[in-house]
C-alpha cells in the first residue's frame, strides 16, 4: 500500500514491475521543478508502469500517489510469459508505438530522441503484413496453383488417389515455399479461403477424371487446418458440394494429423 505522497518509481529507474491499481489515484508526471509536466492522473482499475515491462527499457516518468493506494504487483516474468505469447505482429507493433511515444517525451523534454531505426521484429512484422496482404490479393485474383501430387498404390499397382498441394508463386520473389505462406495464413483467417480454394480446385480435377471415364475413380486428399476444423459446417458444406456435382462421398478425404486434433481440443 502506498500512503499519499509515496513515489512508487521514478523517472530513469529500470522497470521491475508493472501494478494494477485497486483503489486510490496516481499521478504520472516528467520532469522535475518548473518543468514538472503531467501527463496523466490514474485511478482504480488501470495500469501503471507497463511500458517499461514490455519494451525493457528505464521508466519514462515518475509516479506518485495522490491518496492513499492499493496496488496489485504484476511481476516481470509474469508479464514476459503472456508478451511472449502474444501475436508475433501485434507484439512488434505494440514495440514500434512505445518508441515512437519515447522519442515523443524526450522532444518534449529537449533532448535527443532515441534512434528510430526499426527494430528486427517490427521489421519481420511489416513483412508478415505485406505478405498477408499479397496473398490475400493472390486468393482474391486466382493465381495460387493446386497440384495434384499422385499416391501409388504399390500392392495393387495403379494410382489410388493424389494429394493437392497448394503453390504460390509470387510475381517478385518467385515460388514462395508453403512452410512460410500456409503458416501465415494459419495465423489469420487466411486458411479458411485457402482451404476453399484448394476444395474447389480438387472437386473440379475430379469431375474431370469422372467425365474423362477414369475408373476406378481416384480420391483427392486434402489436408484441414485447426483453424478450419473450428468453422461450423464445415462437413456438411463438402458433403452438399459433392452431392451437387455427382461425385462420391469418398472421394475427398480431408487430412487430420494428431498434432491438429490436440489444437482444436485446447481451442
Same mark, same amino acid.
Given at each position: &500500500?502506498?500512503?499519499?505522497?509515496?513515489?512508487?518509481?521514478?523517472?530513469?529507474?529500470?522497470?521491475?514491475?508493472?501494478?494494477?491499481?485497486?483503489?486510490?489515484?496516481?499521478?504520472?508526471?516528467?520532469?522535475?521543478?518548473?518543468?514538472?509536466?503531467?501527463?496523466?492522473?490514474?485511478?482504480?482499475?488501470?495500469?501503471?508502469?507497463? &511500458?517499461? &515491462?514490455?519494451?525493457?527499457?528505464?521508466?519514462?516518468?515518475?509516479?506518485?500517489?495522490? =491518496?492513499?493506494?492499493?496496488?496489485?504487483?504484476?511481476?516481470?516474468?509474469?508479464?514476459?510469459?503472456?508478451? !511472449?505469447? =502474444?501475436? =508475433?505482429?501485434?507484439?512488434?507493433?505494440?514495440?514500434?508505438?512505445?518508441?515512437?511515444?519515447?522519442?515523443?517525451?524526450?522532444?518534449?523534454?529537449?533532448?535527443?530522441?532515441?534512434? !528510430?531505426?526499426?527494430?528486427?521484429?517490427?521489421?519481420?512484422?511489416?513483412?508478415?503484413?505485406?505478405?498477408? !496482404?499479397?496473398?490475400?490479393?493472390?486468393?482474391?485474383?486466382?493465381?495460387?496453383?493446386?497440384?495434384?501430387?499422385?499416391?501409388?498404390?504399390?500392392?495393387?499397382?495403379?494410382?489410388?488417389?493424389?494429394?493437392?498441394?497448394?503453390?504460390?508463386?509470387?510475381?517478385?520473389?518467385?515460388?514462395?515455399?508453403?512452410?512460410?505462406?500456409?503458416?501465415?495464413?494459419?495465423?489469420?483467417?487466411?486458411?479458411?479461403?485457402?482451404?476453399?480454394?484448394?476444395?474447389?480446385?480438387?472437386?473440379?480435377?475430379?469431375?474431370?477424371?469422372?467425365?474423362?471415364?477414369?475408373?476406378? %475413380?481416384?480420391?483427392? !486428399?486434402?489436408?484441414?487446418?485447426?483453424?478450419? %476444423?473450428?468453422?461450423?459446417?464445415?462437413?456438411?458444406?463438402?458433403?452438399?458440394?459433392?452431392?451437387?456435382?455427382?461425385?462420391?462421398?469418398?472421394?475427398?478425404?480431408?487430412?487430420?494429423?494428431?498434432?491438429?486434433?490436440?489444437?482444436?481440443?485446447?481451442?
Amino acid at each position: &500500500m502506498l500512503h499519499a505522497g509515496d513515489v512508487l518509481f521514478h523517472e530513469g529507474e529500470p522497470g521491475r514491475a508493472a501494478y494494477l491499481i485497486e483503489s486510490g489515484s496516481i499521478r504520472i508526471e516528467v520532469g522535475n521543478g518548473e518543468d514538472k509536466l503531467v501527463l496523466a492522473d490514474l485511478s482504480a482499475g488501470d495500469l501503471v508502469g507497463e &511500458m517499461a &515491462m514490455i519494451d525493457d527499457a528505464p521508466r519514462t516518468a515518475t509516479a506518485t500517489a495522490l =491518496t492513499d493506494t492499493v496496488l496489485l504487483v504484476i511481476d516481470r516474468e509474469h508479464l514476459a510469459e503472456r508478451i !511472449s505469447q =502474444t501475436d =508475433t505482429v501485434v507484439r512488434a507493433l505494440l514495440g514500434g508505438q512505445l518508441k515512437r511515444y519515447r522519442a515523443m517525451l524526450a522532444t518534449m523534454r529537449g533532448q535527443q530522441a532515441p534512434e !528510430s531505426g526499426a527494430a528486427l521484429e517490427e521489421i519481420v512484422a511489416i513483412g508478415k503484413i505485406r505478405l498477408e !496482404s499479397q496473398l490475400r490479393e493472390a486468393l482474391n485474383e486466382r493465381r495460387l496453383e493446386v497440384y495434384l501430387q499422385p499416391l501409388y498404390d504399390v500392392s495393387k499397382r495403379y494410382i489410388a488417389g493424389y494429394e493437392a498441394l497448394v503453390r504460390w508463386n509470387h510475381s517478385q520473389r518467385g515460388m514462395i515455399s508453403p512452410a512460410e505462406f500456409i503458416t501465415l495464413a494459419e495465423e489469420t483467417s487466411l486458411i479458411v479461403p485457402v482451404g476453399e480454394y484448394m476444395l474447389e480446385h480438387s472437386i473440379a480435377a475430379l469431375v474431370k477424371m469422372r467425365d474423362s471415364g477414369l475408373t476406378p %475413380l481416384p480420391f483427392v !486428399s486434402i489436408n484441414v487446418s485447426p483453424r478450419q %476444423l473450428r468453422e461450423a459446417g464445415l462437413i456438411e458444406a463438402l458433403l452438399a458440394r459433392l452431392d451437387r456435382v455427382g461425385l462420391p462421398t469418398s472421394s475427398v478425404k480431408l487430412e487430420i494429423t494428431e498434432s491438429q486434433v490436440l489444437d482444436v481440443a485446447q481451442a
